[in-house]
């Protein structure tokens, strides 16, 4: 089933530093929780979680019951494997809005926000130290930002090589190849 996590930015009134997405089955009826009548179905979650790393390399989520949102992604009359993959496919495709209510409610904010959206970001997370890539975020916000003619006007030659990558005129090895030897140097 769909599981991800998205890194927040870092915020002292909140110990959470990542969002967990993940679709899960409920059977519905009385929820007494709540006092809400619940849906049979595919469900997706996004919750608040503050995930930390022992130093014997043993990794720990915690989350605060109550705390996040859920959204009925299809309801079915039984659990079914067809099911499930239309609901993974469904989660894919449409947890940006559920992950933007769950910040607004609680007032966090996702780390790489521009980043997050390139289909290469988890080979450039994988690959690249944070320093580099919150370098790459701020170059990719100034062009996101920045009117076309102002920008053309900065750079008039050379573009950065996260902005040529964002565009898609290099490709993500090249990117990472570039980036690497900076951080070795």
Request: charged share 30%; hydrophobic share 30%.
């Amino acid at each position: 089933m769909f599981k991800r996590d998205i890194d927040l930015v870092p915020n002292k009134a909140n110990e959470e530093n990542i969002l967990t997405l993940e679709v899960g089955y409920e059977l519905g009826g009385y929820n007494n929780w709540n006092g809400q009548y619940n849906k049979r179905g595919y469900y997706l979650y996004c919750t608040p979680s503050h995930k930390r790393t022992s130093p014997a390399g043993l990794t720990s989520v915690t989350q605060t019951v109550g705390k996040g949102m859920k959204i009925l992604l299809k309801e079915t009359a039984r659990r079914s494997k067809k099911a499930e993959n239309e609901a993974d496919t469904l989660a894919a495709e449409g947890y940006g809005m559920l992950m933007e209510k769950v910040c607004n409610r609680y007032g966090l904010d996702i780390r790489y926000p521009n980043l997050r959206v390139c289909k290469d970001f988890e080979t450039l997370k994988d690959a690249l130290k944070e320093e580099t890539l919150d370098a790459i975020e701020a170059d990719i916000t100034e062009y996101e930002e920045t009117d076309a003619d102002e920008y053309m006007e900065k750079y008039p030659e050379f573009k950065p090589a996260a902005v040529s990558w964002y565009a898609s005129l290099i490709a993500t090895e090249d990117l990472i190849s570039y980036f690497k030897e900076i951080e070795e140097e």
